[in-house]
């Protein structure tokens, strides 16, 4: 890669009259109305940062599944999300097994090991785990009589569980890490709290990759450990394990329990394709991608920084400079080659969405997340097909202060 000065965001600039990142929703299940006015006048267009400086936002689908392909524009550059929150003025160099922040070779060296357990095939052979585990949640909700906080009865159990049955962790410590995750997600946490939180996942993930040396399991964790004992050449050093172990933990189960709650409430607001997929559940794999591109939790996009001067949708981004890829807007693009992608429709097919990403660094476990939004969904409506809200629509508190968006609570009854 081209050596790069990144015009990194500062803490002491003037005020810019640059826009910030788009926020405001009008409805909760769509991105803001302001994506769709750059769409069509200004596609590519700068943006202020909270924390001083500015980047561009890349609203259109095109634009950005081909920036994302892009290897001109760097993962290992970019900061967190300096377009939603303050960020530290030094940028920090990635650490091994970063994935998020790792740009090639160094990423297709972490991600290769760890994809083996993510096959479509891999990914079938833990199909009846994943519906035991959900049936036995849904049993527990049958048996409280209602009403229930969807959250924290079906969504968190059940991804918490799966991933950490994958990895070896135990599912004791789940409040452990489900309360790191929100730390490390929330929009309003200061560099400090990021940090904290940060070393004290780490932590806790390096005392298991320690004790899986000592006793190894059947879990991913523990086969990596051996595959890099037995490779005096592999890249997983006991500091890669400990950061690919962190990614692993807090992505298996937030995302997945986000989707899983926000999908349920989406499907509840469109009680007609709530009953279709009561009625007809074969519709649910094609219901489930198209409810991840309506949907698109990954609500204020990734970032990228130019290695060099690129054109991208005719317009010049400049060596150095911040590129936000802006999913939400690129999954409701005209582009996607659906009818009215402002609509939800689970009977439509599938469209070649964004919502895990696109290129290189595509998310690594969509298969797992699919399989247990495909299985929750079904079993949850079959099993309770007069589910609603337990309370009124405006009392539901949405994750607007998150990275990721869904819901805090879905107290639901039936």
């Known amino acids: 890669m081209n050596e790069t000065t990144v015009n990194e965001p500062t803490t002491n600039d003037a005020v810019s009259p640059l826009p910030g990142m788009p926020r405001v929703r009008t409805c909760p299940f769509s991105p803001a109305p302001e994506y769709a006015r750059l769409r069509e006048n200004a596609p590519i267009s700068q943006i202020a940062f909270p924390g001083g400086g500015s980047g561009w936002l890349v609203t259109r689908y095109e634009d950005v599944r081909a920036m994302l392909a892009d290897p001109r524009f760097s993962s290992s550059l970019g900061m967190g999300a300096p377009h939603v929150r303050p960020v530290p003025a030094m940028l920090e160099k990635p650490r091994p097994g970063a994935l998020l922040r790792l740009d090639e070779p160094e990423h297709t060296r972490y991600r290769r090991p760890v994809m083996r357990a993510f096959t479509v095939k891999r990914v079938q052979a833990l199909r009846p785990r994943i519906q035991q585990i959900v049936d036995e949640c849904l049993d527990a909700m049958e048996r409280s009589g209602g009403p229930v906080d969807l959250v924290a009865e079906l969504a968190l159990p059940v991804t918490s569980l799966v991933i ?147 054109t991208l949708g005719g317009r010049l981004i400049c060596a150095g400079e911040y590129v936000i890829a802006a999913l939400p807007s690129a999954n409701r693009d005209p582009a996607l080659g659906i009818d009215a992608p402002d609509r939800l429709d689970v009977t439509r097919d599938p469209a070649a969405h964004v919502a895990f990403g696109y290129g290189p660094h595509q998310c690594l476990g969509q298969q797992l997340a699919r399989a247990e939004l495909q299985i929750t969904l079904t079993s949850l409506i079959q099993r309770f097909p007069t589910l609603r809200l337990a309370v009124p629509p405006e009392q539901v508190p949405y994750r607007d202060d998150m990275i990721i968006y869904g819901v805090h609570r879905l107290p639901v009854t039936w």
């Open 164 to 310: 950490c049955e994958l990895l070896g962790v135990d599912y004791e410590d789940r409040d452990t890490f489900q309360g790191l995750a929100g730390q490390l997600l929330a929009i309003d946490a200061s560099p400090e709290q990021t940090q904290a939180a940060r070393l004290e996942l780490g932590l806790f993930i390096a005392g298991l990759v320690a004790a899986k040396r000592e006793q190894p399991g059947e879990d991913l964790l523990s086969t990596l450990i051996q595959e890099a004992d037995a490779d005096q050449d592999s890249p997983l050093t006991d500091e890669a394990l400990t950061i690919l172990g962190s990614l692993l933990l807090i992505a298996g189960h937030e995302t997945t329990a986000n989707m899983i709650a926000l999908s349920t409430l989406t499907l509840l607001h469109h009680p007609g394709q709530f009953a279709a997929l009561h009625h007809n559940p074969s519709l649910v794999q094609g219901a489930v991608d198209e409810l991840l591109r309506y949907l698109t939790i990954i609500q204020f996009g990734l970032t990228r920084v130019a290695t060099e001067d690129v």
